[in-house]
């Protein structure tokens, strides 16, 4: 064997080389021409990035050789085979992502491309990495802060105490803050603490920290600490017991209703109001009824609620006033609704200011459904820093008697502020705890998100699987209050139960008003979207007046119209026992009777139409002529006439007037042609005077089988 050696060669450089060899004769002849690689250097001009302490990665790298593969490194010891970790290279460098905790070092030797590693040619930096976070002890004692008038009386001054210190590591301590803030503000102020340790702050000026232009506000506080290698630390958001010693007056005037019974005037000025106060006394009747200070008494001979009417919204169902005046209801984060005749402030009693921490905390119990949530600030609070802990918000909406929900409004801009003093109507999944973000709180971490409405109209254009959808709108005659945009239908991608293509109808106000919703296992829908059906659906349809005898008017539309012209589309009247062919008759007007209207809703075969209405009892078409007997009756002013044709002819002559008692006509209510139906129409008395009144309803279907006629009397009572 032979060998060959040189004592310098160059760091990485591959050598070519071949043998020649010799006989005895002198003859040669030369081997294949083979390479050797010399092992490369050691690192040169290493360095760590970052130099300096640090709580993340560190980057280790060098200047030259090139060429290298991989690293091999080792902590506070040079690398050797079998005690190193090897480390794959971008460019001349590779990361520590867990860097060796305090100050280390750190030996590196490179690994050429034929997998060589020369370990003493080693060299080594120094890395400091500390990923111990400081801690901090709030060790404030923290005084209640009262407030009378426009002034703090008590306390004087407030001191905040706090000790920081750093349990191990290497990196040193910077200068705590304090960060303060104004309940429900953005604005967050910082001040640094005198010593590294902590130690003592006072706050100043308490005036300016617990008034905004003479008004109380609340103050939240936390400290935060850090040091040289960016570990932080920060106690939670603690929030000042404020107390306010003089009685605050609402910064809600409801508007004036007036004093007529008129209908509008009643329905569009109802609002919801709440309190932003933890009251002392927290009962209703403490204050509502002062004659001064309060909206004096509700009764006017005898008649509760005349002057002025207030109920919550309690499991579902409205209480009022004189049903809770004594509980203690007045309660942070609780809305009620409010109708007065006069516009007033109403001045509440003493209490503390609502705790930002505890709104975020502990916050409120709701209830599956929709609750009346008030803001429990002074300030408008956004609508979107609501959060629940389990189940999700469906649906918000606010009030103000102008929306196309029966008065609400369910989109924006009008639900996203809680306005201060005021309320929304909050829906939600389950029953859960409702909490309050006021910004920033507590915890910075992302609020679940709501679940988005989805457009039932969009999914069924960009499926092209089928599917429809019916609008339908509610108008409370001789009045501007409706309900209108209510859907049903079926589409691609829907459910059974609730999904993004639903959304829930609020709460029937109080009083006389108009609701007009789908019911199913969810509860009250006012859009109820279906999957797809091979032979149809039903829809429960529910309309409500709040008030007898109220007349209604029904709009159907198509926003996406059946895809069969052989599917069939009724709304059955379950109280009359009476049928309306919705691709006849897109609209329909009815009497409310003593408040309450139901109604089914079938889409679907002939078959399948057939076997809803056969098991409500209910013919699709009448069978006989008939004219019932008005109602109400007696009336005043108007009252509602109704009749059958059946289908013994394709069409009839149809005339329905109304007489006084001498036989003088009155009042010609139909004269046209009409098809097999069922029929109702309105008579009104406004100028007429009291009695007896005859209506008569001639039907000519052009022969004696498929004619009639027929007379009735009705009275009118001023």
Known sequence: MSSYSDNTPASGTQY?????????????????????????????????????????????????????????????????????????????????????????????ALENTEGFTDYTAYDSVLTQFDNVDPVITDQSVLPTIEITGTNVSTPTSVTLQAQIVKPSGIASLLLPQLEYKKTNSATIIIVPFQNLEGGSLNLGNLNSLFLTIGKPNGLEYRITASDAAGNTAATVWKSFTVFVNTPPVSDFVPPAAGTTDDITALVTNYRLFSVPYDLSDKKPGAYMEKTIDGLGPHAEEGVNYYHWRMQRYFNA???????????????????????????????FGSGNLVKASDMYNNGIQVIAGWNLIGNPFPDDFPADSLFVLAGSIANKAYYDGTGPDGGWYKTAPQINTLKKWEGLAINVTQNTTLRFKAVPQTSEEELPPIPMAMSAEKVIGEKKEGGWLMKIDAHRSGTPVVDVGNMIGEAPNAEEGYDPFDSFQPPLIPGKSLALYFKNQDGAMSSDIRPIQTNGSSWEMKVMTGDRGARVKIGVSDVVALPDLALEAYMLDIDDHMAYDLRERRNVEFGSKEGTRNFRIVVGSKGYVDSVSASLGIDLVPQVFMLYQNYPNPFNPETALRFWLPSVASVYKVTLKVYNIIGQEVSTLIDRDMKAGYYETTFSGRNMASGTYIYRLTVDGGTKETSFSSVKKMVMVK
């Open 16 to 108: 070519y080389y071949r043998l020649r060899s010799y006989t005895s004769e002198l003859n040669s002849e030369y081997s294949n021409v083979d390479s050797a690689l010399t092992a490369l250097g050691k690192p040169q001009s290493i360095a760590a990035n970052p130099s300096s302490v640090t709580n993340g990665s560190v980057t280790i790298s060098w200047s030259g050789p090139s060429g290298a593969t991989n690293a091999w490194y080792s902590i506070d010891a040079p690398p050797s085979s079998g005690l190193s970790t090897q480390m794959p290279l971008v460019a001349n460098s590779f990361v520590l992502s867990s860097p060796p905790t305090g100050a280390r070092w750190v030996f590196v």
């Open 317 to 347: 169902n409205y209480q009022d006033y004189e049903d809770f005046k004594s509980l203690d209801v007045l309660t942070p984060g609780t809305a009620f609704f409010l109708l007065s005749r006069v516009q007033k402030t109403i001045t």
